[in-house]
């Protein structure tokens, strides 16, 4: 384990249900991430928490909702997907954003999503 | 804005050769530069990063980057690949300062190591 737990591993939805995806870090991280992953693409950055705030939301739809309740834990909530929606999201965490972020980021092992 | 380019999907080596993974860059200033593996089923895990100093970074399992600044380029390189090698490696790019600080991930490069 990284230190950055994901759950649940695996998820399959239809397109009318509503789910949420954890994540969680005890690491003392002041920021958390959510970045989907396809297949052959760029990584892609959806959310950014600093100390609980939001301070990116790279346009993603708003049929995914995130969630920060403290610094350790991130959640996404997730309703009315559609089928390219399927994909593997990553969280994750570093000790702060901004100039001094010159640090890796520990990732989560991901929730494999499926939305039929 | 920033960029990175992996403009290989996959690169194939033997046990033993050496490999090398390219990575070419975009960014405003001197760039801060990562290179992540993901194995299976797994998260990314770093594996080294150069901000300043010495052109040549040396990380994790045997692995090292080389920063060529005329060039734009942080290949990843390993002297003698192993079977265990065999991942999905990310290239990332953060500017110094301005912007948001958040890295700009590649889209990958699939290593496999044949026996």
């Known amino acids: 384990e990284t230190g950055v737990t994901q759950t649940p591993r695996h998820l399959v939805m239809g397109m009318t249900n509503k789910k949420s995806l954890k994540c969680e870090q005890h690491?003392?991280?002041?920021?958390m991430y959510w970045y989907k992953q396809s297949a052959k693409k760029p990584l892609e950055l959806m959310f950014v928490?600093?100390?609980?705030?939001?301070?990116e939301n790279n346009s993603v739809p708003s049929r995914f909702s995130p969630e920060c309740p403290n610094s350790s834990h991130l959640f996404l909530h997730l309703h009315t997907l559609q089928p390219e929606d399927s994909a593997l999201y990553l969280c994750a965490s570093s000790q702060d954003i901004g100039s001094n972020s010159n640090y890796g980021y520990t990732f989560g092992s991901g929730t494999r999503l499926t939305v039929v | 804005a920033q960029s990175v380019a992996q403009p290989e999907d996959q690169v194939n080596v033997a046990e033993g050769n050496p490999l090398t993974v390219k990575c070419t860059y975009s960014v405003s200033g001197n760039p801060y530069l990562f290179w992540y593996v993901q194995y299976p089923n797994r998260g990314l895990q770093f594996l080294l990063k150069y901000i300043t100093g010495d052109n040549l970074v040396k990380g994790s399992y045997g692995f090292e980057a080389e920063f060529n600044k005329s060039q734009t380029s942080f290949h990843l390189k390993k002297p003698s690949a192993l079977v265990s090698d065999s991942a999905l490696y990310f290239c990332?790019?953060?500017?110094?300062?301005?912007?948001?600080?958040?890295?700009?991930f590649g889209r990958g490069t699939s290593l496999i190591v044949h026996p």
């Open positions: 928490y600093s100390l609980e705030e939001r301070v």
């Open positions: 690491l003392g991280h002041n920021a």
């Open positions: 990332a790019v953060r500017p110094p300062y301005g912007g948001s600080y958040i890295p700009t």
